[in-house]
Nanobody, 115 residues
C-alpha cells in the first residue's frame, strides 16, 4: 500500500507561482513513476507532468516552460513548481504514484488562479 499526501495548493493571482508537494509513505520501495494530474470543473482529469525515479520527465503541452516537476527519492516526495499561472490552470491537482502495477492517488489539492 502507498499513501500520498499533497500540500501547497491555494489561491493565487494570474502570473503568480505555487509549489505543490506530494509525500509518499507505506510500502514505497520502487515507487516509479510519480507525477501530477489535474481536473478542472466539468472537464476530464488530464496529465500535467510525470517523473521517473531516474529523473526522466514529461509534461502536458499546456504547461511546458511554466511548470517544473522534480522528486526527492530519499524523501519519497515529488514536487510541482508552477510559475506563470493562468486562470485556465485552476483545477484540483492530484498526485499519483505507480507501485507494483497499481496506480495510487492522493486526495487532491485545489489550485485557484484569479484573473
Amino acid at each position: 500500500q502507498v499513501q500520498l499526501v499533497e500540500s501547497g495548493g491555494g489561491l493565487v493571482q494570474a502570473g503568480g507561482s505555487l509549489r505543490l508537494s506530494c509525500a509518499a509513505s507505506g510500502s514505497i520501495f520502487g515507487v516509479n513513476p510519480m507525477g501530477w494530474y489535474r481536473q478542472a470543473p466539468g472537464k476530464q482529469r488530464e496529465l500535467v507532468a510525470g517523473i521517473t525515479s531516474s529523473g526522466r520527465t514529461n509534461y502536458a503541452d499546456s504547461v511546458k516552460g511554466r511548470f517544473t516537476i522534480s522528486r526527492d527519492n530519499g524523501k519519497n516526495t515529488v514536487y510541482l513548481q508552477m510559475n506563470g499561472l493562468k486562470p485556465e490552470d485552476t483545477a484540483v491537482y492530484y498526485c499519483y504514484a505507480d507501485y507494483a502495477g497499481v496506480r495510487y492517488w492522493g486526495k487532491g489539492t485545489l489550485v485557484t488562479v484569479s484573473s
